[in-house]
């Protein structure tokens, strides 16, 4: 089994910054994607970026240029930096993995349970 668990969230004014973290623990071999996606209320779970184990990263357009994603492989944990906060980032944040529990075993997709994040003045 394995857990994500998620901190870093709360509330901030309009500019203003925020650094999220999702630590996975477990009898995990790897973890080859690791994510942050976003839920506001009323909307679907949208993709914010993810970030692969060689450090490729994606991001959506929204927030391209004001999210950094990271990881530490040693940790097996994903961060996410985020400059320039706007209102419409308001959501529920959530992070994920694709855990392998063994060399070439199914990829597992995990979940945190999420972190609010609140950008209002």
């Known amino acids: 089994q394995v857990q994500l668990v998620e901190s870093g969230g709360g509330l901030v004014q309009p500019g203003g910054s925020l650094r999220l973290s999702c630590a996975a623990s477990?009898?995990?071999?790897?973890?080859?994607?690791m994510g942050w996606y976003r839920q506001a209320v009323g909307k679907e779970r949208e993709l914010v970026a993810t970030i692969l184990a060689g450090s490729s990263t994606n991001y959506a357009d929204s927030v391209k240029g004001r999210f950094t994603i990271s990881r530490d492989n040693a940790k097996n944990t994903v961060y996410l930096q985020m400059n320039s906060l706007k209102p419409d980032d308001t959501a529920v944040y959530y992070c994920?993995?694709?855990?392998?529990?063994?060399?070439?075993?199914?990829?597992?997709?995990?979940w945190g349970q999420g972190t609010q994040v609140t950008v209002a003045s």
């Open positions: 477990g009898s995990i071999f790897s973890i080859n994607v």
């Open positions: 994920n993995a694709d855990v392998r529990f063994t060399v070439g075993g199914r990829i597992n997709r995990y």
